[in-house]
């Protein structure tokens, strides 16, 4: 039996701010129980809700040692969905009103996450082969294992592996706090270890010290060796390149599933979605006061608001787009001159655009189901879910060709009848426009070559079995079998 265990600053169902979540907390399910038993360590925040808290049991506590403090760690369990979820406590870190606060009171909180996660393993008697740790909150575990627990045997031989979300967020302050804080010796703060640029990088420690890094999609860890996405590490990622791979994210196909979702007004599956899908539609422009008509394109929108996803490009060609004959729905909320823009354009174009400036799950999904084509022009997309999503409810994507969309959005070539959705190459607002109005083109002139493309966008499988597969694979090497 190979023990696996994963680090996560959040997860499903407990605490979720992004995807990072949706992977921690659905991946451990579809690994082969006879073969894996796969286990999930993270904080007891104060804000995660009251009936999860509930359903914890106390196990133990100890102080340990964190830079020049001596500190609490409590230990809590429980099991959800077959897998076995371990809570660290500590109240003095972990009882803010949300998971994430700033530096540098973040990357001391994380510091102390980082060593409790080893600390805690010969308490609760579980030593795994490879800790799987995730994104720059986790990034100070395989420091701290190469460093002073090499002292104790228990901890010989344990791997572990550094999995990237998003490399813009990286952890970093300047050395001498984070030398406080972390209590690491001189040794590690120098240009091969954990400094960057003259500061400490919890994240760089990771990628320097782990056995192995992995990135959501194939695409984004070939981007990620370049400056323009490497975010100031592209040199480390490239001399790494040998331990370096992307295994593209899932999405949980039964939360995701048009046959059987209660949010939906009619349930469709890839027989049925001819005559059944269109009645989302319908009751969607019902609801949100747009113009009813069951032939108009409608163009989905399920995004946070920012710049990395491609708003600029949108904000720059929408009065252009609205002359077309399309509607647009925009469900999310970010950045205030892009819930600005939507709320204008929902004025300006009153019964073609709807601007829902905030979030809400089941309306995500009406979104996906109703939709016709599903707009996601991101500027860099380490994977991805939305596009999954979409696809996966039929709804054909229309992407900018980089990371995770990229590699699972095969684009519409109709001298082939091949493609799954749409895509441009060049981050430029013209390019976007025109290859929305060939979706028009398909969706208006073509509806036979659109209604196969659904097809195939339908028989995609994009569930975490397909990526636990990989990782299986991956732990595997290296374990060494």
Known sequence: MKRILFATSEAVPFIKTGGLADVAGSLPKCFDKRYFDIRVILPKYACMKQEWKDKMEYVTHFYMDLGYKNCYVGILQMEYDGIKFYFIDNEYYFSGPKPYDSAPWDLEKFAFFSKAVLSVLPVIDFRPDIIHCHDWQTGLVPVYLHDSFQQNQF?????????????????????????????????????????????GNFLKGGIVFADAVTTVSNTYADEIKTPFYGEGLDGLLRARSNSLRGIVNGIDYNDFNPETDINLSARYNATTFRKEKVKNKIQLQKDLGLEQDPKAMMIGIVSRLTDQKGFDLIAYIMDELCQDSVQIVALGTGDERYENMFRHFDWKYHGKVSAQIYYDESMSHRIYAASDAFLMPSLFEPCGLSQLMSLRYGTLPIVRETGGLKDTVEPYNEFEGTGTGFSFSNYNAHEMLSTIRYAERIYYDKKREWNKMVDRAMAKDFSWSNSARQYEEMYNWLIGE
């Open 155 to 199: 901890f010989w031989g344990i791997k572990t592996i550094m999995t990237i979300h998003n490399l813009k967020f990286q952890g970093v302050y300047d050395v001498k706090t984070i030398k406080e804080l972390t209590g690491l010796s001189d040794y590690y703060f120098t240009p091969d270890k954990l400094e960057a640029y003259k500061d």
